[in-house]
């Protein structure tokens, strides 16, 4: 494998510069420490090049171009990998970032959504015609690696995860091929994109299909960190209709003004609510959030649906230190509730989080088999993540997510989350895609077999299946 060390040979890097419209940083250009760099600052990587690709063409080309020259290759979309993994030491990142087109066509109630968009350009695009679909609840993190690895959020009850509104995808193969891929062309290929990761080609676009969702009763509302608030938040969710949602997050009180003083800083839990039904009926839900538990502060209010995805984005700017670990509960035992209670009293940051996403409705709609995403049957997919300014304290924070994550596992799912595995997780692959894994080898040894998309929670594809 060629590196930093081993410089790139000239004729070849000068045909890439031929054919990409985009353009290429290397190595001494001044944005280059700007180009190099990915959200989660835990991971300080130098890449031979970065390709900013203007287009699938110029994407196509840095494919050709990585595999040709045996070149390690980091996709980048959003940024927001916890693993780093959207940069790499020594090899070429292909950057989707300026590939932010989308088309929405309001009759057929569909979006095309270039691969580089964030959810910030999806649900700004999609409002202005009363309509979005199941995107991430920070702003900023990307379509691409959300959706390939599954995508919880506020409407996923409701109608499923990012990659159940997949209608279709153009993806760019290991050979360096465009291919459109949906149920009827390349269905393994769809299948596979749908919860597998980047693990079988770049996708340059995604036709995602819209839902009427305009403005909602959103917001943040917060209660002391207790048991009962939790058994609470877990009636909550399975008495509601669908329309309703609400993560809960177990984090530190924020210094914001509806938060009384004295719970500044201290551990609580959050449940940032999303109601898309009628708003008559918002009265009968507001009553719902009192019975949780006693209110410290409310802030929930009507608001455009894509106000309830950016309440997080000013406590979690790029350049943060993460960690995290992802986990499935079935159903939120009371066992799995004293764990919260007791590990979250320790959360070590005001961005620091554990936060409950309900993943069931519409997502169990969908059949264990019918995409790469593998946890039809769990009720809320949980992330541990902490965030902190310095190294230093997000290392000290590691050991904390360890065993708390331990202390968790007899009570969840085998297995977790692959958009919310850490660097250290390689060896969950196989049980974070349970029944659906050999199938995914199958398909990479066909579609990648020399496993140049390998920065990703990699299905290797000579692994035995
Ligand atoms: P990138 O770092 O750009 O990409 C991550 C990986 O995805 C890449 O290594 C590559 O393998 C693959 N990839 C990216 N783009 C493409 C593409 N176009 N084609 C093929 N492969 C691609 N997850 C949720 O489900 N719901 C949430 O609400 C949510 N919130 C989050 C909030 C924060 C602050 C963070 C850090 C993460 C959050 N996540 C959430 C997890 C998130 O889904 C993953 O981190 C995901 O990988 C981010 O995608 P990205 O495109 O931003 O990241």
Request: charged content about 20%; hydrophobic content about 40%; glycine content about 12%.
């Amino acid at each position: 494998m060629t590196t930093l060390t081993t410089p790139l040979d000239d004729a070849p890097l000068g045909r890439l510069r031929g054919a990409v419209r985009g353009d290429i940083v290397e190595r001494g250009d001044p944005d280059y420490d700007e180009a190099r760099r990915v959200y989660n600052a835990m991971h300080d990587k130098y890449p031979a090049l970065v390709v900013r690709a203007a287009d699938a063409s110029d994407a196509m080309a840095t494919v050709d171009f990585a595999r040709e020259q045996d070149l390690l290759l980091a996709v980048r979309g959003g940024n927001h990998s916890f693993s780093g993994q959207g940069s790499c030491d020594g090899g070429i990142v292909l950057d989707l970032g300026r590939m932010r087109g989308i088309r929405v066509d309001p009759e057929a109630r569909t979006a095309v959504v270039q691969g580089g968009c964030t959810w910030a350009d999806v649900n700004h695009a999609t409002h202005a015609y009363g309509l979005a679909t199941t995107g991430g609840v920070v702003s900023s993190t990307g379509v691409g690696g959300l959706t390939t690895g599954g995508g919880m959020g506020h409407l996923a009850r409701r109608h499923g995860l990012a990659c159940d509104n997949v209608l279709a995808a153009d993806l760019v193969t290991a050979d360096g091929r465009a291919v459109t891929c949906d149920e009827e062309r390349h269905p393994d290929l769809f299948w596979a994109i749908r919860g597998g990761g980047g693990n079988v080609g770049v996708v340059t676009a995604f036709e995602y299909r819209l839902h009427p969702v305009d403005d909602v009763l959103g917001g943040p509302v917060f209660y002391p960190l207790d048991a009962d608030v939790l058994r609470g938040y877990r009636e909550l969710i399975a008495g509601s209709s669908e329309d309703f949602s609400a993560l809960l997050v177990i984090t530190l009180g924020p210094p914001v003004p509806f938060l009384p003083e004295r719970w500044h800083g201290r551990p609580l839990c959050g449940l940032v609510v999303c109601w898309t039904g009628r708003p008559e009926e918002d009265r009968r839900i507001r009553a719902r959030l009192d019975e949780v538990g006693p209110v410290l502060g409310s802030a929930v209010a009507r608001v455009p649906y894509p106000v309830t995805n950016t309440l997080f984005d000013e406590m979690l700017p790029a350049g943060l230190h993460h960690y995290g670990k992802g986990h499935f509960s079935p159903d939120l035992s009371d066992q799995a509730i004293d764990v919260h209670v007791s590990y979250g009293a320790m959360t070590p940051s005001l961005q620091s989080a554990t936060v409950f996403f309900p993943i069931d409705g519409a997502c169990h709609r969908v059949g264990q088999k019918e995409t790469a995403f593998a946890y039809r049957d769990a009720a809320f997919s949980v992330a541990v993540s902490p965030a902190l300014t310095t190294r230093a304290a997000c290392e000290a924070a590691v050991g904390w997510v360890r065993d708390y994550s331990a202390a968790l596992a007899p009570h969840c799912l085998q297995g977790g989350y692959v958009n919310f595995m850490d660097h250290d997780d390689a060896g969950r692959v196989r049980a974070n895609y349970r029944q659906n894994y050999a199938r995914l080898a199958a398909i990479k040894r066909r579609h990648d077999p020399g496993n140049l998309f390998r920065l990703n929670h990699n299905v290797a594809p000579d692994a035995m299946s």
